[in-house]
């Protein structure tokens, strides 16, 4: 299958800092990727779908100014965590949209462990 | 009704047991659909897609019904790494994809 990194896979930041999380399709172009976030023993909750190119659409109740997201190739999206605080700690995941052959799937990266002390 | 709806279990089931689990969606126009399996700590990976005729890979088999609105996935002669939460998934089109909430498999020893 395809493969879809994401950078970093953990990082522990102080409170008020500001994180930024790559995800990246490394073999094949991804007009649409998503992020979803995660929190222990919970279920993907989806934050946002970054298209290449155009504004993020975000999901009822996911802060646009707090969680930006910068879709600026076909290979590269990131979310940017600003103003970080203890209760955005979690586990954040990206997927990108892959269309090919006649089907439509979605992979998903390794995902980020965000900690927020 | 949910968009996607699954029995969250857990599904206790001895080793070398067949397993069966099914997803229901509300949503007649959907496209296409996937099963996924993410294991604790990790991200969801592609278990396969399911097709209308159904589709077999290995012991798996996952299966269409539309005019039930339903996919299920068996899991024959389990295995202890067939452990994990498996998400049932749907793609409306146009970007919108419905995950499951999952539905968490124990195999025993």
């Known amino acids: 299958g395809a493969v879809v990194s994401q950078h970093p896979s953990w990082v522990i930041c102080k409170s008020g800092t500001s994180v930024k999380i790559e995800c990246r399709s490394l073999?094949?172009?991804?007009?649409?990727m998503f992020w979803y976030r995660q929190f222990p023993k919970q279920s993907l909750m989806l934050m946002a779908t970054?298209?290449?190119?155009?504004?993020?659409?975000?999901e009822q109740g996911v802060e646009k100014d707090k969680f930006l997201i910068n879709h600026a190739s076909l290979t590269l999206s990131t979310l940017t965590v600003t103003s970080a605080h203890p209760e955005d700690s979690s586990f954040y995941i990206c997927?990108?949209?892959?269309?090919?052959?006649?089907?439509?799937?979605?992979?998903f990266g390794p995902g980020t462990r965000l900690t927020v002390l | 009704r949910k968009e996607v709806e699954q029995d969250p279990g857990p599904f206790n089931v001895p080793e070398g047991a067949t397993v069966a689990f099914n997803c229901t969606y509300s949503?007649?126009?959907?496209?296409?659909f996937f099963w996924y399996r993410q294991d604790c700590r990790k991200e969801p990976k592609l278990l396969m897609s399911?097709?209308?005729s159904g589709n077999e890979d290995g012991r798996f088999t996952a299966q269409l019904n539309r005019a039930s609105q339903y996919i299920s996935l068996l899991i024959r002669d389990s295995k202890l790494s067939d452990s994990a939460t498996y998400l049932c998934v749907v793609n409306l089109g146009d970007d919108k994809i419905i995950f499951g909430k999952g539905t968490r498999l124990h195999i025993l020893p």
């Open positions: 399911v097709y209308s």
């Open positions: 997927s990108a949209r892959q269309i090919a052959g006649g089907a439509d799937t979605q992979y």
């Open positions: 970054s298209n290449e190119g155009s504004k993020a659409t975000y």
């Open positions: 949503n007649s126009a959907s496209q296409s």
């Open positions: 073999d094949f172009q991804a007009t649409t």
